[in-house]
């Protein structure tokens, strides 16, 4: 019965037989015995295996060479060495494939670029797999945050006939052949319409928390965006998080909250995987995140940050004008320079946000909020959302939209309105926050950006 | 400060004062007061309000009818009437939003057919209330098992170039603008490449079990097939694990452990959610999720599986014959009329199963292995893959697949291949099993099928 390597690593004790498996990281001979360092994925630690000469199976053990996968039987002892806690003595190993010699990940110090290309092996490398693993806990984060606070998780359509941005750039999704010379009617196709891939899932999770109370989504989002830098992705995964009975103030409280809670998911409970970006990818990585997990946020409406940004002597690349939206370069200085620490924008011009944002009482701006964090700029984007029937049929007329197509939108103002408010979190920001990492193709298994579709 | 109903249904003592706030599912007036039934969506109870005349917000208590929101101030008391524990003394008590005549859900007792037609206000019935809240503790109880069991959750990638199936439905994905009548060329498309929408997660899920061990997907999946049944959908949530060093014998070990956790979590844990589905829809529920989650399964070759079917004297519609697949009226027959539990049927003819299960030693059988459950029929289809280099390009040649195409797979097999197995499990077909509905439409927030994909 195999153990996995994360276990023996921490067990409480030796054991006479233990069974492990995994893949040669590295490989070193002495005379009288070998060391193999195991890894199996479990954990960032390599299992330290000492094969003794004439083991059954050390026939094999120069073809146990970096990537080559083994397994071995053998006692768990106290480890003589430093760096780990218990090694193991074979009794036997036995060797399941080799690595040949162009297993491309023979030496280490691959460049990120080079790893991309080979994406499918990239997560045998100590980086990469630490990557998955962090995303894999932060996502199971994200729902015991929400599940912990009775919000009910939905999935929301991925393929979608309605625009929640209003326009933009979306992928359409078809059956018609491309082959066929004959135009692409929409309504001969698959579903007699035309579809695209969701931008957001916000407007059916508005239906849904004007039902369920608090509900949270969580699920891929796309954007056609031929843009290709580092922080966008063709496909992405999305948090968003919808209220009912709640405004402005609550909104900005949980993504907060949220934004503490995940930090604080990533110091603690990585199994040394986060030490690894600290090392090699970010020195005050660890520093950093514990001061947002300290630390209060700061909150300022938009006309005060414009006001700030404008008496702030410093020159931008885009100028600060009122009516405008902040640009990538204000929102960092904002939260990196001036306030140091994550900070909350809201209260945004109407005329900048989209139709579903609660008009203030000041008539000019809307209930948005932007909350902004060091290093990354936005990572959060919500608002309270317009409930009041009259005032959001202006504001759709204002944006173009059609009533009759958003019916069932509206019908959630016609039917038992209430306040609610919501946010939306890209999951890869908040992974690149947490890591350090700076290009987003770098935290998500296969991206996908213009031009890319590979695996 | 408002708490929500689940919370004070679940009370340990009176209250001097709480807020409350919800939709109104029914009020009943007598001369000298009126009760509410109000409803917020964070469970099946309704609170019951007691509003004495004079109370202020009493004068708008002839617009609180059906579907209408409304927010209440009162004391918390021990309920005198039967159905619930506590109930509120209103102190006052506000109209957020009415709910004027046309409101479609003033009676119960509508069709299935006519919810899915305001499928954003059906979530606001007892019925998909509780439907759509077990859906989110199941989703949960997903990521929880596999947590637990050191798996790493993985977002393997929507769009794709590739097919995991082998042809197959799925639908286009393109940024072509379907107006222009010059043809649609793919090296010009936004990916520079055909791609279309995910069947399966699987071949990149091998990648990564082949570097971190045990990992899971837990994400949407498309068919564009054109068929108007009540058990396909065009979009719908799939899981799938994949575990390195683990062979068919662990792989169906895996699969029976998961459908009794999820069996025993909506036993178990839905705040009498799981009651209405047993009352209204079938009547056997509970008991038959009762012996799931106690017995034993059985598991049957498929060569015995196709013994046991033509010995059984029973005349189905489709022939019983070794090397067809078994059709749903064979699978329902063996787990409900012979077996009478759960099956996993294991070893099917080569001929009828992909490329990339594992070819046995009798050179005729892989190692395919679907569970199948009573109602419902198969609900995990999986495999231990073929590990073996040779074989596998000799499979996929055999299967017309391009080995270029796929050179990023096979490298899983050329460096350090690994025994490993995995399966996927539709994730509303378990859904339809622990709440007894017939139709996938009534398990999906919003469902997308042939010609429907509103909201």
């Not at 080799?98 to 691959?110: C, I, S, Y």
């Not at 919000?151 to 082959?179: K, L």
């Not at 699920?219 to 843009?227: D, I, K, L, Q």
């Not at 992405?236 to 402005?248: T, V």
Request: a negative charge; aromatic letters at 10%.
């Amino acid at each position: 019965m195999r153990t996995v390597i994360r276990d023996l690593l921490a067990a409480s004790g030796p054991a006479a037989s233990i069974e492990a498996a995994g893949w040669v990281r590295t490989r070193r001979d002495s005379k009288a015995f070998s060391f193999l360092e195991l890894n199996d994925g479990s954990c960032l630690g390599n299992l330290q295996v000492i094969v003794d000469q004439g083991t059954p199976g050390s026939e094999d053990l120069t073809k146990m060479t970096t990537g080559a996968s083994v397994v071995v039987v053998g006692k768990l002892v106290a480890s003589q060495g430093g760096g780990q806690s218990w090694e193991v003595h074979a009794t036997s190993l036995r060797l399941l494939g080799t690595a040949p010699e162009d297993f491309p990940l023979q030496k280490k110090g691959h460049s990120p670029e080079f790893l991309r290309s080979i994406a499918h092996l990239r997560p045998r490398t100590n980086l990469y797999g630490a990557m998955f693993r962090i995303r894999s806990r932060m996502s199971y984060a994200v729902h015991r945050f929400f599940q912990e606070r009775a919000f009910h998780y939905i999935h929301t359509p991925i393929i979608t006939a309605s625009d929640c941005e209003g326009a933009g750039e979306m992928f359409r999704v078809t059956t018609h052949d491309p082959a066929d010379p004959k135009p692409a009617k929409a309504e001969e196709d698959f579903f007699g319409k035309a579809t695209h891939l969701t931008v957001s899932g916000q407007l059916e999770g508005e239906a849904f928390a004007t039902a369920l109370g608090s509900i949270y989504t969580f699920g891929p989002t796309f954007r056609a965006e031929n843009s290709n830098t580092s922080r966008h992705a063709a496909e992405f995964w999305m948090i968003e998080p919808e209220m009912a009975f709640c405004d402005l103030q609550g909104d900005m409280d949980l993504a907060e909250e949220m934004v503490k809670y995940l930090v604080k998911e990533a110091l603690e409970g990585q199994d040394g995987d986060l030490a690894i970006f600290e090392r090699f990818v970010d020195k005050g990585l660890r520093a950093r995140l514990e001061h947002v997990a300290s630390e209060a946020f700061e909150r300022v409406s938009y006309t005060e940050a414009v006001d700030i940004l404008q008496k702030s002597g410093v020159k931008f690349e885009y100028p600060v004008e009122y009516g405008h939206n902040l640009q990538s370069e204000h929102e960092r200085w904002l939260t990196e320079e001036h306030f140091k620490k994550p900070t909350t924008v809201y209260n945004y011009p109407k005329e900048i946000k989209p139709f579903y944002m609660r008009l203030n009482d000041d008539d000019k701006t809307v209930t948005a909020m932007d909350l902004l964090v060091p290093g990354i700029g936005e990572i959060v984007g919500g608002s309270q959302r317009e409930e009041r029937l009259d005032v959001l049929l202006a504001n759709m007329e204002r944006h173009g939209l059609s009533t009759e197509e958003y019916s069932w939108y509206v019908d959630t103002r016609r039917f038992g309105t209430v306040p609610h408010a919501g946010f939306g979190m890209g999951f890869e920001r908040m992974l690149m926050f947490v890591t350090g990492m700076t290009n987003i193709r770098d935290v998500i298994p296969f991206a996908r950006t213009p031009g890319h579709c590979e695996f």
